[in-house]
C-alpha cells in the first residue's frame, strides 16, 4: 500500500490491509494518521515511513510491540513505552489461539527530515469502546 499526504492528510486502519502487506507512507508538508488500535495489523506487516516537513502518527494497542528503526535529520521519532502489568496481575501462560497477533512486532522503519514520526499507545478497553474510532 503507498500512502502519499502532498500538504494534505491521510488515515489508513489496519482494515485497508492484507496480511504481510508492505506499506510504504509519505508525509511531505501533511500528516499521515495509521490506526492499528482497533485492529492489530496483519501479521508480518511492515512500514517504510517517510516525513519530509511533514509527521506520521502510528496509535497501536497498549501491549503492542513495536521496533523502531531509521534515521531523523533535524526531525524527530518517538514511541510511547510500553506499560507492563504488575506481577500479580500477569498471566500465568497464553495459548496459542487466543486470536491476538501482539506477539510479532509492528516493524516501522521511520526516516523523518524536518518533520516528525510518532507512536502512540492506546488503551484496548478505550478503543473497544469507542468502536475502533479513537482520538
Not at 492499528?36 to 494497542?61: D, M, Q
Request: charged share 20%; glycine share 10%.
Amino acid at each position: 500500500m503507498l500512502s502519499v499526504a502532498i500538504f494534505g492528510s491521510n488515515r489508513v486502519d489496519a482494515s485497508m490491509l492484507d496480511p504481510g502487506e508492505r506499506i510504504v507512507a509519505l508525509a511531505l508538508f501533511g500528516g499521515i494518521d495509521f490506526d492499528f488500535a482497533s485492529l492489530p495489523p496483519p501479521p508480518a506487516t511492515e512500514v517504510i515511513a517517510v516525513a519530509v516537513f511533514g509527521g506520521a502518527t502510528f496509535k497501536v494497542r497498549t501491549r503492542q510491540p513495536v521496533r523502531v528503526t531509521g534515521l531523523s535529520i533535524f526531525g524527530g521519532r518517538s514511541v510511547e513505552p510500553m506499560h507492563r502489568l504488575p506481577p500479580q496481575a500477569t498471566p500465568v501462560s497464553r495459548r496459542a489461539d487466543d486470536g491476538d497477533d501482539l506477539d510479532l512486532p509492528l516493524e516501522i522503519n521511520a526516516y523523518a527530515v524536518f518533520g516528525g514520526v510518532t507512536v502512540k499507545r492506546v488503551d484496548d478497553a478505550l478503543s473497544a469502546a469507542a468502536g475502533g474510532a479513537v482520538q
